[in-house]
């Protein structure tokens, strides 16, 4: 267990709202990312962060910020959510800066299923 | 993006039989990785291959890294009820961007 949590674990917004979703980790791992998983597309990278306010852009990152102010915390935010982004968002992480997992595996949270009428 | 192609893309098989799925790709990889996904849950890593020719067992998971550095093989041995879910690969294109495969999803008969 990584000690990842996700927040919401489920939502329902409307078109046009602004959304953000919370990963909490508990273990100093430098690495975070977010995740997309829709049908037929299996897992894409959104965004990550390696490390406080450091932040990079992945494969589907239009429509979508991120931050981290605290090495615990990493969040994703939909500015003015659209049906597009109705999917499955996972956080993951990776190396702990204790040591421990190394650089390459990455672990992932439980989800939050999101939907934008 | 680099794209990678899983195949089967679903298995259904009988209780007790052996299953294998690949995973290919266009450009080299140095790192390959295992997920099993089951319904409502996130993936879990299974098994981390990192040199090219390694063979890697957990429990009855045995993954392999291929020669190419273009390809990778998940093998089950003697299947059992709690191996149904959704197999992906991944690997990395470039530092921490992971790419994932479509995925296999696998369906036992008891």
């Known amino acids: 267990d990584a000690g990842i949590t996700q927040s919401p674990r489920h939502k329902v917004t409307e078109t046009g709202t602004p959304v953000t979703l919370r990963c909490h980790q508990t273990e100093n791992h430098r690495y975070m990312y977010w995740y997309r998983q829709d049908p037929g597309h299996g897992l894409r990278l959104i965004h990550y962060s390696y490390g406080v306010k450091d932040t990079d852009k992945g494969e589907v990152s239009d429509g979508y910020s991120v931050s981290r102010s605290k090495t615990e915390d990493f969040l994703l935010t939909l500015e003015s959510a659209t049906s597009s982004q109705t999917s499955v968002y996972f956080c993951?992480?990776?190396?702990?800066?204790?040591?421990?997992?190394?650089?390459?595996?990455?672990?992932f949270g439980p989800g939050t299923r999101l939907t934008v009428t | 993006g680099q794209q990678l192609n899983q195949s089967p893309q679903s298995m259904f098989i009988q209780e007790g039989e052996d299953v294998s799925m690949n995973c290919t790709s266009s450009?080299?990889?140095?790192?390959w990785l295992w997920y099993k996904q089951e319904p409502g849950e996130g993936p879990v890593l299974l098994i981390a291959l990192y040199k090219a020719g390694e063979l890697t067992s957990n429990g009855r998971l045995t993954a392999q890294f291929g020669i190419t550095r273009k390809d990778s093989f998940l093998n089950i041995s003697a299947s059992i009820p709690s191996d149904v879910g959704i197999y992906f690969c991944?690997?990395?294109?470039?530092?921490?961007?992971?790419?994932f495969g479509q995925g296999t999803r696998l369906t036992i008969n008891p």
């Open positions: 450009s080299i990889f140095n790192t």
């Open positions: 991944a690997g990395y294109e470039g530092a921490q961007k992971l790419v």
């Open positions: 993951a992480i990776s190396e702990s800066l204790a040591g421990g997992l190394t650089n390459y595996e990455q672990y």
